[in-house]
């Protein structure tokens, strides 16, 4: 949709394209029976037809490309490319031509002419060609406004806008779930929808941990030594169709042993999704910094470390459990308390917050 200024005799002429991939023809097959009435006349018609598929005169698909007849549709990640050319059509030589293409989204307004210098002179039936090419960021209506500004020879500045308004859509649905675990270990849950009306090639979907984790991909199977995806070999989402993604984030070494630090950690990561649709035109997107809440643990946390698979009746045997001081405080038992704690059991390892104990004996009675 472009509207103009109020109509006024300018010596330039602005045209603004597209730039996308094109597609493939359709046919539309019609068949019929031998002993109908037409016989073989379809097809034979199929048969001669350039665009169908030679022995597969039937399939919708033709092996013919088609330029596109609208703007179609623009998606978030997504690179939108235009074409921006100045034509002269008037009889004598215009100067000082400069174009200018600017792209008005609903927080900001970015400048996407390659160069910002004006051109000398424009001959009669000369044009001014231009490519511009802008990652979108945003949803939501944005405004690609061309000016064109130049002087006649009569040495008149003349100047002159055109606005060409698009849409810009939503291609998938993500949503995210967080699972704590008693080991300090949270998996994340994403859930990622097509909700365009064409297929995608899912080319990577990874997550970006924090600082404070490592991540481990759980979308794969190892058998043999070789890892396979649980999604099979074919990694197309149609549409509407949803896919569901597992990680295990774990925190690194240097942060596993500060429990209030990990306690309060709401910030995970992000996800990194990049697709391909038609005939290979890419997208990416990033998801802003995923968040969980905060587990509470309370000022005293008691985790089981080791407890063996099989025990005999009557026999002892070692567990081990983790008291963590979530609070920074070190005798929030007491004295007393870690006196009874030091009896009782055998003290492996103190650190400042964590206390870790392996009771020697333990009976289970069963009756």
């Known amino acids: 949709m472009d509207v103009n200024q109020p109509k006024q005799e300018h010596l330039l002429a602005l045209k603004v394209m597209r730039l996308t991939k094109p597609t493939l023809f359709t046919n539309l097959p019609v068949t019929c029976e031998d002993r109908d009435l037409p016989g073989d006349l379809f097809s034979q018609l199929m ?23 609208n703007f179609g549709n623009i998606f978030l990640g997504e690179t939108f490319s235009s074409y921006i050319s100045v034509h002269n059509d008037s009889v004598q030589v215009v100067k000082d031509i400069l174009v200018k293409a600017d792209l008005q989204t609903s927080s900001q307004r970015l400048n996407l ?40 020879q ?20 993500v949503k995210t779930k967080f699972y704590n675990a008693e080991t300090d270990e949270v998996f994340l849950e994403a859930q990622i929808q097509n909700i365009t009306t064409t297929p995608m090639y899912m080319e990577k979907v990874s997550l970006e941990p924090s600082i404070m984790y490592n991540v481990t991909e759980l979308n794969t199977v190892n058998t043999g030594g070789n890892g396979y995806s649980t999604f099979g070999k074919m990694t197309y989402l149609q549409p509407m169709d949803t896919r569901q993604y597992l990680y295990c984030l774990k925190p690194k070494p240097e942060f596993a042993e500060k429990a209030g630090v990990i306690k309060g950690v709401t910030v995970i990561g992000k996800l990194d999704i990049v697709w391909k649709t038609n005939l290979g035109e890419r997208g990416r997107l990033q998801t802003s910094q995923l968040q969980r809440m905060a587990p509470g643990y309370g000022d005293v946390r008691l985790s089981l470390e080791m407890i063996p698979d099989t025990v005999n009746l009557e026999e002892p ?22 006196e009874g704690l030091r009896a009782a059991s055998d003290i492996v390892e103190v650190v400042i917050g964590i206390w870790k104990l392996v009771y020697s004996e333990y009976r289970v009675n069963i009756q």
């Open 317 to 338: 045997f070692e567990v081990t459990c983790k008291i963590t001081n979530c609070r920074y405080i070190l005798n929030v038992l007491g004295k007393d308390a870690l």
């Open 154 to 173: 009569a040495a008149e500045k003349m100047y002159f806008r055109k606005f060409f308004k698009f849409q810009v859509l939503k291609p998938l649905d």
């Open 113 to 152: 002419s390659a160069s910002n210098a004006a051109v000398a002179e424009l001959k009669p039936d000369r044009c001014i060609d231009d490519v511009i090419h802008h990652e979108v960021k945003e949803i939501g209506t944005h405004i690609l406004v061309c000016a064109v500004s130049y002087t006649t």
């Open 47 to 69: 048969k001669d037809d350039p665009s169908t598929v030679k022995g597969a005169e039937t399939f919708m698909l033709g092996e013919m490309l088609t330029l596109p007849q």
